[in-house]
């Protein structure tokens, strides 16, 4: 019954491919997030989507690429990743409305 | 299950004015504890970080301090302004990166 589902919880991989990091809620929230954590723990929010529609997009370099194919889902799709890629991202979601967060456990992502 | 709890849920100061927001927590086992701001339609803003074996960390007006074994933090804001009005939220992380949010507390900074 986990509500904010994140995969995989682990990345390895090799500069330059392309990897995918796919982020389920089954909470009903109306917006969903994705974060950097920054070697300080730091979260840095990247994306926010509000209802499938586009509202924060800090800067990011635009290898980095959100979808939402309905508003349980926001994946991030990371193109050429480079070695300052590796950190753990977190996909949040929350009701626009309320108070509050909850947060999926994190994808580790190492670039070697 | 950890359980946050923030109080006030609402507070109202005049500018200038120093404050405290208060979190606690049901379980002491926790890995760190961050302070965040959210503004209306934005996500959330990292404040202050305390790892568990920390007591305190400041950042220009703000402090933070952890208590672990009564389940405290404590936020601080000093010569608050009007800026500074936004959603205060704690949240407790444990080893295994699983983040729990207090209840926010809405802060506004009277001009």
């Known amino acids: 019954d986990t509500a904010v589902s994140q995969t995989p919880k682990y990345l390895v991989t090799q500069m330059g491919n392309d990897k995918s990091i796919k982020c389920e809620q089954n909470?009903?929230?109306?917006?969903m997030y994705w974060y950097k954590q920054d070697s300080k723990k730091f979260l840095k929010i990247m994306f926010s989507?509000?209802?499938?529609?586009?509202?924060i997009n800090e800067t990011v370099p635009n290898r980095f690429s959100p979808k939402s194919p309905d508003k349980a889902h926001l994946n991030l799709h990371i193109n050429s990743l480079e070695l300052g890629d590796s950190a753990v991202y977190f996909c949040?979601?929350?009701?626009?409305?309320?108070?509050?967060?909850?947060f999926g456990s994190g994808t580790r992502l190492t670039v070697v | 299950k950890q359980e946050v709890t923030q109080i006030p849920a609402a507070l109202s100061v005049p500018e200038g004015e120093n404050l405290v927001l208060n979190c606690s927590f049901t379980?002491?086992?926790?890995?760190?504890l961050q302070w965040f701001r959210q503004d209306p339609g934005k996500g959330l803003t990292s404040l202050l970080l305390?790892?568990?074996?920390?007591r305190e960390q400041t950042s220009g007006r703000l402090n933070a301090s952890l208590d672990k074994s009564s389940g405290r933090s404590t936020l601080y804001i000093a010569a608050s302004q009007p800026g500074d009005s936004a959603t205060y939220l704690c949240?407790?992380?444990?080893?295994?990166?699983?983040?729990?949010f207090g209840t926010g507390t809405s802060l506004t900074v009277i001009p």
């Open positions: 909470l009903g929230h109306d917006t």
């Open positions: 949040a979601s929350s009701q626009v409305s309320r108070v509050g967060y909850t």
């Open positions: 989507y509000n209802n499938k529609e586009l509202i």
């Open positions: 949240a407790v992380t444990d080893t295994g990166n699983q983040f729990y």
């Open positions: 379980d002491s086992a926790i890995y760190n």
């Open positions: 305390i790892q568990s074996s920390q």
